[in-house]
T-cell receptor, first 114, second 112 residues
Framework: DADVTQTPRNRITKTGKRIMLECSQTKGHDRMYWYRQDPGLGLRLIYYSFDVKDINKGEISDGYSVSRQAQAKFSLSLESAIPNQTALYFC?????????????FGPGTRLTVL | SQQGEEDPQALSIQEGENATMNCSYKTSINNLQWYRQNSGRGLVHLILIRSNEREKHSGRLRVTLDTSKKSSSLLITASRAADTASYFCATDRHNAGNMLTFGGGTRLMVKP
């Protein structure tokens, strides 16, 4: 089973709708991240959380919010989706202990906003 | 703005040839990492090189780091068709915790 899972894997929605993307991990890591990737580009950090109750804005947090419900779960919400939020979204985890510098990625959620 | 910039943006080679990708960055770093992404999938960590290291090997991968030039290179030797993917460098900057800043990637195609 995958260590970092994301649901849904694909989502098509309409402008103005509220969308939640979920991420779960079984790696026991304390740190979790949300990134977006646009075609042909690298990843940009949206939000990150170093433990439960710790939430930090990344490079492009406007239009997004997050919730760290438990150490293993980190969800990303688009309160009112707009077409330029169409992208591939990735969740990642890392461990502040042992391999703290390496991030482990989920399979991604492809979001299309019409 | 992106910390890392890869060069070239795209690279096409024949199976068996070596592939070299370069990454340049702007600010001081703790370490630099290389990740691989198969089309539309999540990134997979390949190798990490710390700021006090100059070269590192892992199987067919060789990474160099020149902190004076703020640049790194990833060499894949004896490439295989299965190496076809996008490769990203990511920097862990000083005083930025465990946050990584990714470059735009190099798309590598290895022709059989």
């Amino acid at each position: 089973d995958a260590d970092v899972t994301q649901t849904p894997r694909n989502r098509i929605t309409k402008t103005g709708k509220r969308i939640m993307l979920e991420c779960s991990q079984t790696k026991g890591h304390d740190r979790m991240y949300w990134y977006r990737q646009d075609p042909g580009l690298g990843l940009r950090l949206i939000y990150y959380s170093f433990d439960v109750k710790d939430i930090n804005k990344g490079e492009i947090s406007d239009g997004y919010s997050v919730s760290r419900q438990a150490q293993a779960k980190f969800s990303l919400s688009l309160e009112s989706a707009i077409p330029n939020q169409t992208a591939l979204y990735f969740c990642a985890t890392s461990d502040s202990g042992g391999t703290g510098d390496t991030q482990y990625f989920g399979p991604g959620t492809r979001l299309t906003v019409l | 703005s992106q910390q890392g910039e890869e060069d070239p943006q795209a690279l096409s080679i024949q199976e068996g040839e070596n592939a070299t990708m370069n990454c340049s960055y702007k600010t001081s770093i703790n370490n630099l990492q290389w990740y691989r992404q198969n089309s539309g999938r999540g990134l997979v960590h390949l190798i990490l090189i710390r700021s006090n290291e100059r070269e590192k090997h892992s199987g067919r991968l060789r990474v160099t780091l020149d902190t004076s030039k703020k640049s790194s290179s990833l060499l894949i030797t004896a490439s295989r068709a299965a190496d076809t993917a996008s490769y990203f460098c990511a920097t862990d900057r000083h005083n930025a915790g465990n946050m990584l800043t990714f470059g735009g990637g190099t798309r590598l195609m290895v022709k059989p």
